[in-house]
């Protein structure tokens, strides 16, 4: 956890309030002000949320797709070509993902390009030396996997390539016939991903997943007040909040409701900090 506390930019965060059609706060100027304001250390650390940003873009240009460029990521298209043609500056498991690509040798056989990136992605996220995203993305991963492994028993799919990362978790999905694989002693949240799963709706089912994984960011951030997790949890929703505004601006502007409710209550200064 963060020895560095940002009351400041904690106890001043955006006021959002949905209007018709987006958001009143971006994502790129909440990004800017974290930029201007936090530890250098601090910010390394919420680059690391747009890294799906330059996945996309990286895949899009090793496959020569004329795919829109994503903004949001981390480095340009020119540096992006650039490394295409020497690695050296992307992150490692980039710079291996890319190798691979390119001499059609996969780092994970049996797996899709896509997920093998993402596997690779999963791997680099839980060995950063900060507790809150290694719980975050740990949870998340298991929370695709256990998706995963719903659909591949609900509609007898290949089980091959269909899981992200190597641990126990993904053992127990592969090979456990229980309803709840066996894991729920330890994961209680899978009861709750099992009655998601159920539900008919593909659109309410994703809102569902989604708001479970918006209470797990509070529960984690739970005796965190003006630490660099509390921004990185924001930003996460944030990112959650913009793409339902894309999907669904009725679901997204729902979210949003929840987030400014959420924001009136979890961010006052708490008794101990009051002068």
Not at 88 to 101: K, N, V
Not at 142 to 152: C, P, R, T, Y
């Amino acid at each position: 956890m963060s020895l560095r506390n940002y009351y400041y930019l904690v106890a001043g965060l955006p006021d959002i309030i949905p209007d018709q059609k987006k958001l009143t706060v971006s994502i790129s100027e909440f990004r800017n002000e974290l930029r201007q304001h936090l530890h250098a250390d601090d910010y390394a650390l919420v680059t690391l949320l747009f890294l799906p940003s330059d996945h996309i873009n990286l895949l899009n240009l090793l496959r020569k797709r004329n795919e829109p460029f994503l903004e949001s990521g981390n480095y340009s298209r020119k540096i992006l070509e650039d490394e295409i043609n020497e690695p050296s500056d992307l992150p490692g498991y980039m710079q291996q993902f890319i190798h691979a690509y390119k001499y059609e040798s996969p780092v994970f056989r049996g797996y899709s390009w896509d997920n093998q990136l993402s596997w690779l992605y999963y791997d680099h996220m839980l060995q950063t030396d900060n507790d809150f995203l290694i719980k975050w993305f740990t949870f998340d991963m298991h929370v695709k996997n256990i998706l995963s492994a719903l659909n591949v028993r609900k509609y007898k799919l290949p089980a091959e390539g269909a899981y992200l990362g190597n641990n126990d978790v993904n053992a127990a999905l592969g090979s456990s016939s229980l309803t709840d694989f066996g894991l729920s002693g330890e994961y209680p949240y899978i009861n709750k991903l099992i009655s998601i799963h159920e539900d008919g709706n593909p659109m309410e089912k994703e809102m569902a997943v989604d708001l479970l994984r918006w209470n797990h960011l509070d529960e984690l951030n739970t005796f965190n007040y003006f630490t660099i997790e509390v921004l990185l949890a924001f930003m996460i929703k944030l990112i959650m909040v913009e793409r339902w505004l894309k999907l669904n601006p009725e679901a997204g502007r729902k979210m949003f409701r929840e987030l400014t409710e959420n924001l009136r209550k979890s961010y006052e200064f708490p008794k101990e900090f009051k002068i």
